[in-house]
């Protein structure tokens, strides 16, 4: 859908691109998204985007008007409530439910929306819980929606990067239920964060968004916005295809043995709590027992002196909406990731409760 070079200088160094022109990344997302879809996304249901966080921004800002509200996750990724406030959106949260592998809490959903609610945002698989929808959770989310009369914005940035008993089921699935925006990238799969290269796509058979002029606007404000590298155009078709199923595999079973190993070790820690082993995405949610540590006054100054004591960063649970829990990254080599969590458990006992 996008252009990829501009053709008012025609010069040496443009010459050898054009090569690239005739390479359509779109349709290679469009073709590598059908893989597990039940119907047909076309190139022109997709908008390549700097990164995911671009698409992010865009269905933000397409949705945003005077008045409106969305509804995001808590625990969530925070660039959501940024860019939220940048447009001057309303935010309201509903929880995840850690007792139920931190499924979608739908009740709250259905009470927190009014007529003013333009969406809501499903993280699958999810950061920062590391947790992996079911394919009837997210029929129920889909439902749920559709009663509300409202889009779901499906982030799914860590998409088949599962490895626990659920496979990764895509939201667009139940894009004739109600109309989805999928959003992804490359940065997290193929390991390749800095290329920027996301895509934003109406996964949307019934085609309502292209009827109630959704489509319209997603193409006005990309026409005001700089595009992807245009190389990283060029080369994401051969990446998506060409990209041995040897080198997922091996990832997948680096980041589930650090998962096994992290959550292993977190159980031998006393001041936390972990509730769900992750299956999916890079990271895990603990809860810290504030009442079996001496003077640590909350997450934050947890993870402060944590990385001061220790030189082991985590992220306090505050910064993606859950005071006095922490999220842990795993996707780090696992002898390191057991030396952070060693140091982790020698700063708890440092700092227990005295019997
Ligand atoms: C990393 C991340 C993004 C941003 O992805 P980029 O492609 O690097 O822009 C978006 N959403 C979630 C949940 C992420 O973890
Ligand atoms: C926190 O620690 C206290 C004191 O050891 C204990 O009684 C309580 O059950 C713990 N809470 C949780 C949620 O584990």
Not at 228 to 254: A, C, H, M, R, W
Request: proline share 6%; glycine share 8%; charged share 25%.
């Amino acid at each position: 859908m996008r252009w990829l070079i501009p053709l008012d200088r025609p010069s040496s160094i443009a010459m050898p691109l054009l090569l690239v022109f005739f390479l359509r990344g779109d349709r290679a997302v469009a073709e590598y998204l059908n893989r597990d879809l039940p119907y047909k996304l076309s190139e022109d249901d997709v908008y390549l985007t700097l990164g995911c966080l671009q698409a992010i921004e865009v269905a933000l800002t397409v949705l945003a008007r005077p008045g409106a509200n969305i509804l995001f996750p808590r625990p969530g990724f925070p660039y959501y409530e940024s860019r939220a406030a940048v447009c001057g959106l309303e935010v309201r949260h509903f929880d995840l439910v850690p007792e139920r592998g931190w499924e979608v809490d739908l009740e709250a959903i259905e009470s927190l929306a009014d007529k003013n609610t333009v969406a809501m945002v499903v993280v699958n698989p999810g950061n920062p819980c590391g947790c992996v929808y079911s394919y009837e959770h997210l029929k129920k989310v889909a439902e749920t929606a559709k009663k509300l009369g409202i889009l779901v914005i499906a982030d799914e940035v860590y998409a088949h990067l599962t490895f626990g008993s659920k496979q990764f089921v895509p939201m667009g699935v139940f894009g004739s239920i109600v109309p989805v925006l999928t959003l992804g990238s490359i940065s997290k799969r193929w390991i390749v964060p800095g290329w920027r290269l996301g895509w934003l796509v109406t996964t949307d058979p019934n085609g309502i968004l292209l009827k109630t002029g959704m489509v319209d606007t997603i193409k006005g404000y990309l026409d005001i916005s700089s595009d992807p590298p245009t190389v990283i155009q060029g080369g994401v078709q051969q990446l998506i295809e060409n990209t041995k199923e040897d080198f997922f595999l091996k990832i997948k079973s680096l980041l589930k043995k650090a998962a096994d190993t992290g959550y292993d070790r977190l159980q031998d820690i006393p001041c936390v709590t972990c509730p769900m082993k992750p299956e999916g995405s890079m990271f895990v949610m603990v809860k810290l027992n504030l009442s079996k540590l001496d003077d640590i006054e909350d997450d934050v100054d947890f993870c402060v002196k944590l990385a001061r004591e220790e030189s082991v960063i985590v992220l306090p649970g505050i910064a993606v909406g859950l005071k006095n829990w922490l999220r842990v990254t795993f996707a780090i080599e696992p002898s390191a990731l057991e030396d952070g969590l060693d140091r982790m458990k020698a700063f708890c006992k440092r700092h227990g409760k005295k019997q």
